[in-house]
């Protein structure tokens, strides 16, 4: 059998695994990577039709690696957010909440890219480096991690070992599973429906949200008269509408969207994800690290999960970077605790504020309590509180690393 012995083993190659690859590899770590998918999986359009508002913080992080200059002609920036109730209830005064910024300033809120372009861009990165080896098609099928060494066995046959083993196979994870890592979890009774649309009238920039009883339609715009929508809704609901034709699902769609964006047709194909909530009761053990999902698998209401998996990916490369100039040993847990330090409160609030924004806004009752609307007219009307909650949502408040901040560790 072949035997390998890397700094750094991830398991699990999404974006989050990717990007933790590539900035290691970059900074002189011998990385290896795997994922269970074919190579060309990732290069599909078929395969994926999943878009992300990507905040501030992250496109920051995506320059310094030289990834955003590739994505960027493909991303849409968003300058205006609209939150909007759709009820069933006539007695609930419908609200509207407008966030604006001034794209003359570059000061967009969110910058939307396709999940396809941002993949291709982070792989070809990868391919330039030749500290990482990416093992395309592959599983561990056995893995052994103790105080003093890290053994991982794939189904080729190769044996690799490493100082430390990085978790960020998505949720639910075989990888923390095995490490014995515990989680909280809450199952939503919800799917998303994704899919990208062609439609009538531009969507000048602007983001909608509408709070439907069943859950939330957000409409994400993309370059072109295109735009990007996730719609989530109780399970049989989404089940339901799913297998419509396009036509019929255009039309329900477009009667939730209240036709603001004119006709609509299909580009993409549509997909459904089921959606949970579920995050770890750790981040690390002797030798063993989870990002991204793994950590923390939260509602697409805010769109913040990728971002919360970049910031975890910003903190850990630091904290590794750093201590391996300092000669630590990057597997120790006097090494670990500092990003698990780092990440823990970030992850906690993010968590509960998806949760309940989820909870709070698809459900009636709660919206009775609230119809006068007068939380959302106070919100409309204070700059101050709508400055402080798109500063929250850049990713660029609290003890941030370097990464995000634009800068070189
Ligand atoms: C409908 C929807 C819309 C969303 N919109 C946004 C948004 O606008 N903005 C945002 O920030 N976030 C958004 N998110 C969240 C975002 O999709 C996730 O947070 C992000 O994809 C997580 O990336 P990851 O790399 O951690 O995990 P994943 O994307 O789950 O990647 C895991 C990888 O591990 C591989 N793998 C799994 N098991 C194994 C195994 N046993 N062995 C080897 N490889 C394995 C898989 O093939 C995969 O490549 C959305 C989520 C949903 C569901």
Known sequence: MKKKK???VIIGGGIIGSLLA???GLNGFKVSIIDRQKKENFFFKSQSVKSYALNEGSCRLLSILGIWDIVKKNSQPITKILLQQGSSISSIQPFELKFTTDLKKSDHIFNMVEEIYLKKAIIEKIDECSNIE???SSKVIEQKIDNFSTKLVIDNGQILNSDLVVASDGYPSSSAKEAKIKYFDNNYNQ???VGIFEHKIPHDSEAIQIFLPSGPLAILPLPGNRSSFVWTMKNNDANRIFKLSDLLFLKELNTALQNKRGKIEFESKRNMFPISLAFSKRLVKEKFVIIGDTAHKIHPIAGQGLNLGIRDVAALAEVLILSRRLGED???SLVLDKYSKWRSWDVLSIVF?????NKFFSNENYLKKFSSGII????NNSNTIKKYLMK???GLSGDIPKLLKGENI
Do not use: R
Not at 353 to 357: A, C, H, L, S, Y
């Open 353 to 357: 504020f998806t949760d309940f924004t």
């Open 6 to 8: 890397n700094n750094v």
């Open 392 to 394: 929250e949502a850049s």
């Open 330 to 332: 990057i597997g120790s």
């Open 22 to 24: 590539l900035i290691l």
């Open 191 to 193: 799917s998303s429906i």
């Open 376 to 379: 959302f007219k106070l919100l």
């Open 134 to 136: 990416y093992l395309y």
